[in-house]
């Protein structure tokens, strides 16, 4: 689906807008970015100017392929996108970041305990991760509720791999559960609800 990718987000423009300027709060000239996850890369290409060096990451080589093209189409030189795998960051050391986003990827992944472990290794000290994601089991709209069923259903006879039906509260336990404290939450889209928090690494 890369191809289509940004066409298919385009009913989510104001979304994807406010998950940048909402990112931008978090940010300094001088900040260390890592993007996990990062698709065609309008985030990461949205904050470039706000940043020192950012890494994006994701695991489909057609993403990163298309996010290389429009960074070389806009002359951005301080991303660096990469094909790579979020559940094993060995090629970063510990503290290597100050920022590190994952915007709505923890609802589709299998184990998404395991990337918020592995993020917060890679996260300096009174860092801050910045998560934007659905949540399927929040209230939306009649329209949404049926297709959010048709999903289900798909999953449950395995056409779907990885999905998952996430409150508001399931996302706050996954991330305190790594040791990383909640300093901000907010609701980015309501139908259905995508569910902003920004938590902070905290020394041991």
Same mark, same amino acid.
Request: glycine share 6%.
């Given at each position: ?25 978090? &940010?300094?000239?001088?900040?260390? *970015? =890592? ?8 985030? #990461?290409?949205?904050? !470039? +100017? ?36 979020a559940y094993a960051l060995k090629q970063y050391p510990d503290n290597s970041f100050?920022?590190?986003?994952i915007f709505n990827v923890l609802h589709v992944i299998e184990n998404p305990g395991?990337? &918020?472990?592995?993020?917060?290794? *890679? =996260? ?8 934007? #994601?659905?949540?399927? !089991? +929040? ?66």
């Amino acid at each position: 689906m890369a191809r289509y990718y940004d066409k298919q987000v385009k009913s989510l423009e104001q979304a994807y807008a406010r998950t940048i300027q909402k990112t931008k709060d978090y &940010l300094t000239p001088g900040s260390s *970015v =890592l993007e996990l996850g990062c698709g065609t890369g309008i985030i #990461t290409l949205g904050i !470039a +100017e706000d940043a020192k060096e950012i890494t994006g990451i994701d695991i489909s080589e057609k993403m990163i392929e298309i996010a290389k093209s429009k960074a070389k189409e806009q002359n951005i030189t301080n991303i660096d996108f990469q094909v790579g795998d979020a559940y094993a960051l060995k090629q970063y050391p510990d503290n290597s970041f100050d920022t590190i986003l994952i915007f709505n990827v923890l609802h589709v992944i299998e184990n998404p305990g395991a990337v &918020l472990k592995e993020t917060r290794r *890679v =996260l300096k000290d009174e860092g801050n991760l910045l998560t934007a #994601t659905d949540c399927y !089991a +929040e209230p939306a709209g009649v329209f949404k509720r049926i297709l959010l069923s048709i999903q289900k259903f798909l999953k449950n006879i395995g056409l779907i791999s990885y999905l998952s039906f996430f409150e508001k509260k399931d996302l706050e336990k996954l991330i305190e559960g790594q040791n990383l404290t909640i300093k901000e939450k907010d609701i980015f889209f309501t139908n259905p609800v995508n569910y902003f928090i920004s938590a902070q690494k905290t020394k041991q």
